[in-house]
């Protein structure tokens, strides 16, 4: 299990969180202008890099604020959280 | 004592292949069969980077059905479940296919709907399908605890008779053995680490052994073609993440079909041995570590529990994890790609294994044609810029 430093709440298990995905995802700016493919882009692909990830992950049992978190996909070291 | 014989050869890569397959799991394994069997391409090399269906294909639970909700799903894994049913022969392997029936148990109305829903469309496809009331369910399975006390109530289950389980390794060795015998290589210890890419064309792997040229490069990589697409310059919708599953010490038969429960994600079975084989959904988090974490296989032994009071004082023998590929509608994706010459076929997620036949069978004939199989032009990348996904969350939500 991971252990998470939540900023809020101090070193939490894994599972009093919710995992959030790839962190950073914006909804696009002008989006009556997108393209059906930036469209995919923005609804279904995500970066699945092997190594360090920027992730959300949410404190539902606890401070229930989202973080972003870096953590690496092989190791599952984590850098400090935001 | 000599050692038995080799089933395949353990040959070095040639400067060249009219078709290089990425990937010696069982998808690579049954392309390079199909590629030769049925459209007599044998100048064909496949590029394993550990050794022969080390990857999920050797950590997987070996579940196999057909029985998904939609038209295109239907149509594919079901082509798939027919070769099941003559592959041992084919293959001249025992596969230990044994179609023992797959129960999917329902713990809430909006199961017991969904269910049926999914049986009535199986047959309208023509895969077999029926539901069972509670009491139904427990003359199926005895074993499996239906007092309407229970902390996940059984109110009955779909069956499909036809599904089932086979040896994983059989499978692969078969598959192996006969590509071996067309002449294809299969190639052990190759990292493929890149691609030359030239107008728009597939020319070559880079690999950890060197520079194999290619007419044809078909990515079967699993939880790992995220990484090897990108460096194709090819984003896909994909995301990887561990999956894990355990086996208990050994048993005398207990446990004679396959029991799967969406609802409180645990499905079992009791293989060939005796050992029990249970499975659990995806550990959240994305990962390439092939482990997840113990709180999983906790939640999971304790919905076990809750279905089989039987089994309260089973050990666990051991426990492992694979990496698997997950599409945002949880099917497939086959096909072509914006590279001339190279194909993907990935996002089969944790319900693979069932499709090793009916998956090679089609894209070994997209590779070679260069166009879909039938079956697969719904799967291709395109999809998820049309919007016409194949949506199989329900039939697909726990890991099999
Ligand atoms: C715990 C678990 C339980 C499962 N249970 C079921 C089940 O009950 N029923 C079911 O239908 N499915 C199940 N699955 C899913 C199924 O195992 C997979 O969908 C299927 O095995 C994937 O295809 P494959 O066999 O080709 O994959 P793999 O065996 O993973 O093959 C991919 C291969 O590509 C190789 N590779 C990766 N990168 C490179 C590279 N750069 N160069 C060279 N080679 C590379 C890997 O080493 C690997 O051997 C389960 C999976 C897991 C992990
Ligand atoms: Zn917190």
Redesign the interface.
Known sequence: ??LIDCPHCGPR???EF??G?QAGIAYPERPAELT??E???Y????D???GW?H?RWFHAHGCRVWLTVE?H????EIRKPR | MTHPDFLWRDPDPKPSYDVVIVGGGGHGLATAYYLAANHGLTNVAVLEKGWLAGGNMARNTTIIRSNYLWDESAAIYEHSLKLWEGLSEELDYDLMFSQRGVLNLAHSLGDVREGRRRVNANRLNGVDAEWLDADEVRKFCPIVNVSSSARHPVLGATLQRRGGIAKHDHVAWALARKADAYGIDLIQGCEVTGFDIEGGRVRAVRTSRGRIAAGKVALASAGHTSVLAERAGIPLPLQSHPLQALVSELLEPVLDCVVMSNAVHVYVSQAHKGELVMGAGIDAYNSYGQRGAFHVIEAQMAAALELFPIFSRVRVLRTWAGIVDVSPDASPIIGRTPVEGLYVNAGWGTGGFKATPGSGWVYAHTIAHDEPHPLAVPFALERFTTGALIDEHGAAAVAH
Do not use: C, I, Q, S
Not at chain 1, 73 to 76: D, F, N
């Open positions: 299990m991971l298990d894994e599972n919710r995992y995905g059906d493919d469209w995919a882009g609804v279904f692909r995500r699945n890099p092997k990830f992730e953590r996909t092989v190791t599952h």
